[in-house]
């Protein structure tokens, strides 16, 4: 019954089958990003945030063959500059310009604690995932797989973290340029949240996990929410390690192609009970936003 009705899924949600634009993720130490700009990895600690100029300083360590250990200004997003805080460590990738201005990108937090618990909550999943084999797609019926990622702020969000709460989850990724997909899916997420608010329905947490976490980190996805003007009380937008995201996305059954520059993929929104069950399905972004509120339930 699992397996012939992964394939009607399947079948059904590739009607909805989306192209997105992706740039090459493969990366040396120095890596030749257009004819003029080149990126280089950097590993360091913040000093300060200065977020009227969108820049940070950085005590930055050895950056081989292209420049030792100092502390220096680099320019940043608005995301990144609205999450960095003086003593976190991140790694990145720096730009250099001709005008001996320097920029980071691709900022991810670099703690130890962090980066050890998202490799133990990928390493689990990846075993989960791998144990359930053809029987990896989950059914109406069975729990949320456990995960570790993190959210838009940079923080480590557990999956535990919903224990008790309903949650509303679907996957999108922030620069989908196809109207009816990932922006059709966000905005219906943020109706969805507005009427569950006017319905009184309190112990509700809206998730959106990245398919494309080697562009949207946790700044990128900050930017993301903020642009719109989303509620983050109780909507998260989740990315992390590339096999974490792949074993989500193979245990919801959502179907993800990387074709060169192009992310071909198709569309799932669950909802997810107090206990951690999943108790409602919509593939593809058709859906009506009071449907699944209909279907919470009211403290």
């Known amino acids: 019954m699992k397996t012939s009705a992964l394939i009607l899924t399947a079948g059904l949600v590739l009607l909805a ?23 280089y990895f ?9 977020p009227l100029r969108k820049v940070l300083i950085v005590q930055h360590e050895e950056i081989p063959g292209y420049m030792p250990a100092m502390t220096m200004e680099f320019q940043v997003s608005a995301g990144d500059i609205a999450n960095a805080k003086p003593g976190q460590r991140i790694r990145a990738e720096m730009i250099p310009s001709d005008q001996d201005e320097f920029r980071l990108e691709k900022i991810w937090p670099d703690d130890r604690a962090a980066t050890a618990a998202l490799a133990a909550g990928a390493n689990a999943l990846r075993q ?25 702020s940079g ?20 620069r989908c340029p196809v109207a009816t997909m990932c922006p059709a899916s966000t ?15 309190l112990n509700i947490e809206f998730v959106s996990i990245t398919l494309d976490p080697a562009y949207d980190t946790p700044g990128v996805l900050k930017e993301y ?7 983050t009380s109780n909507f998260s937008f ?10 989500l996305l193979a245990q919801f059954g959502v179907i993800a192609a990387f074709e060169g520059a192009i992310i071909k993929h198709t569309l799932a929104t669950v909802l997810i ?22 279907r919470m339930r009211r403290p």
């Open 225 to 231: 929410a903020g642009a719109r003007g989303i509620d």
């Open 42 to 50: 950097l590993t360091g600690e913040v000093i300060a945030v200065d």
């Open 187 to 201: 905005l219906k997420m943020m109706e969805t949240q507005r009427l569950a608010k006017a319905a009184g329905v």
């Open 155 to 174: 923080a480590v969000v557990q999956s535990a973290r919903f224990r008790g709460k309903q949650v509303m989850l679907n996957f999108i990724f922030t």
């Open 128 to 152: 989960d995932t791998m144990i359930r084999g053809r029987g990896v797609y989950r059914e109406v019926g069975e729990e949320l797989p456990a995960f570790s990622l993190f959210d838009q």
């Open 17 to 39: 089958l989306g192209g997105c634009g992706r740039p090459d993720t493969s990366a040396p130490a120095a890596v030749s990003a257009a004819p003029t700009e080149k990126r």
């Open 238 to 247: 989740l990315t992390g390690p590339e096999s974490a995201i792949k074993d």
């Open 273 to 294: 009970d107090a206990d951690g069950r999943i108790i409602h399905r919509a593939d593809g972004s058709v859906w009506e936003p009071g449907d699944f509120v209909a």
